[in-house]
């Protein structure tokens, strides 16, 4: 039986952000909050939402009710919506934040570039050259479809979006965790390794090798 782990923390001292940035304009405080340090903690704490959505999915239960078309009403997940969503955008950080640490141009002109403007999320893996099995691309196919349709409104964006309500599957919890795994070990180690240079002068702005660390506990 597959038993989720409590969402980890990683060892490092943020200092006041506000402090740190008082004193940068516009563009720098895009650039520090666009940094992979950012990207990385945003999706740790989306990790953690779908843990605890995970640890309770048998007690969230949400009745639908039709009034129309003869359809019967029926009980389904209460998470699953919620649960997909934070999936896709968990990833989409990690991924983002991976691009950005080897390519500041990204996010330095004082917004994000094109190239990462996307929910796609197999575009943003085979961005950062990440070779992924079937499943794990399929599964990848259907959270970057339902992030901008079924799992956050009742429709897609046009006719030819997908119809299909999310359906919690435990399956598909375990590939997340897989990728959620293999994205945020790649990001940490390289960070770590590498330190991020963003293309400005100011200290603030960049990361030096080593002086950045992540360990869960």
């Known amino acids: 039986r597959f038993k989720p782990h409590t969402a980890p923390s990683a060892t490092i001292i943020i200092q006041n952000p506000l402090a740190l940035i008082r004193k940068m304009n516009k563009k720098e405080q895009f650039i520090f909050y666009a940094s992979p340090e950012k990207w990385f903690h945003s999706a740790l704490e989306l990790h953690g939402s779908i843990e605890e959505l995970y ?3 048998n007690d969230l239960l949400y009745r639908k009710l039709h009034y129309y078309h003869d359809e019967n009403d029926v009980t389904i997940s209460g998470h699953s919506k919620a649960t997909y969503l934070l ?3 968990t990833l989409e950080n990690l991924l983002k934040g991976i691009a950005v640490l080897f390519n500041p141009s990204l996010v330095n002109k004082g917004k994000i570039d094109s190239q990462i403007k996307t929910h796609d999320l197999n575009c943003l893996c085979k961005l950062n050259g990440f070779e992924i099995n079937k499943d794990q691309e399929e599964f990848q196919s259907l959270l970057s479809d339902q992030c901008v349709s079924n799992a956050r409104y009742p429709v897609g964006l046009n006719e030819y979006s997908s119809l299909k309500d999310p359906r919690f599957e435990e399956q598909d919890y375990l ?7 293999k994205y945020k070990n790649h990001l940490a180690k390289k ?3 590498l330190g991020w240079n963003s293309g400005f002068k100011n200290p603030k702005l960049n990361t030096n090798p080593g002086d950045w660390n992540y360990e869960e506990k």
Do not use: D, P, T, V
Not at 175 to 181: A, G, N, R, Y
């Open 191 to 193: 960070f770590n390794e």
């Open 55 to 57: 640890i309770k999915r």
């Open 175 to 181: 590939l997340f965790q897989s990728l959620f795994e």
């Open 87 to 89: 999936m896709s955008y």
